[in-house]
Every structure is written in structure tokens, then in C-alpha cells.
């Protein structure tokens, strides 16, 4: 079991910078990926924002230049720098592990942080 817990959510007007961190824990295995995905009221929950165990990344095209995912694999932790906000952003933001062993795949979910973008 891998236990996520996300910080760094809030409100922040249009143009602000937020920095989302999530802290795993439990059994982490070597080959996974982190990533971020977010929620607005009324649609899909999307991907905003993934890194591998390897350090590539992936993003959404609407965030590319203005997020930055990184992740200190000491401290079992991924975050996102979101940068530029705009009030299209506002979200949940919930972080997500993805790791595999034997031919298995091991998913998890954080309870998520709200991410409020005034204008």
C-alpha cells in the first residue's frame, strides 16, 4: 500500500504562483510514476502533469510553460510548480502514484487539494 498526502492547495488570484507538494509513503517500489491530475466542478478529471522514476515528464497541453512537475525521490515527494494561474485552472488537484512489479500494475490517489484561481 502506498499512502499519498497532498499540501499546497489555496486561493490565489490570477497570475499568482502555487506550489503543490505530495508526500508518498508505504511501499514504494523503484519503477513508478507520479503524476498530477485535476478535477473542475462539472467535468472529467484530467492530467495535468506526470514524471517517471527516471525523471521525464509529460504534460497537459493547456499548463505546458506555466507548470513544472519535479520530484525528490529521497523524500518520496512530487510536486508542482504552477506558475501564470488563470481562473481556468480552478480544480482539485489530486496526486496519483502509478508503479508496477511483476507484471502488475498498483495505482493510488490522494484525497486531493483545492486550487481556487480568482480573476
Known amino acids: 500500500q502506498v499512502q499519498l498526502v497532498e499540501s499546497g492547495g489555496g486561493l490565489v488570484q490570477a497570475g499568482g504562483s502555487l506550489r503543490l507538494s505530495c508526500a508518498a509513503s508505504?511501499?514504494?517500489?523503484?519503477?513508478?510514476?507520479m503524476a498530477w491530475y485535476r478535477q473542475a466542478p462539472g467535468k472529467q478529471r484530467e492530467l495535468v502533469a506526470a514524471i517517471t522514476s527516471g525523471g521525464s515528464t509529460n504534460y497537459a497541453d493547456s499548463v505546458k510553460g506555466r507548470f513544472t512537475i519535479s520530484r525528490d525521490n529521497a523524500k518520496n515527494t512530487v510536486y508542482l510548480q504552477m506558475n501564470s494561474l488563470k481562473p481556468e485552472d480552478t480544480a482539485v488537484y489530486y496526486c496519483?502514484?502509478?508503479?508496477?512489479?511483476?507484471?502488475?500494475?498498483?495505482?493510488?490517489w490522494g484525497q486531493g487539494t483545492q486550487v481556487t484561481v480568482s480573476s
Open positions: 496519483n502514484a502509478k508503479q508496477w512489479r511483476y507484471g502488475t500494475t498498483y495505482d493510488y
Open positions: 508505504g511501499s514504494i517500489f523503484s519503477n513508478n510514476r
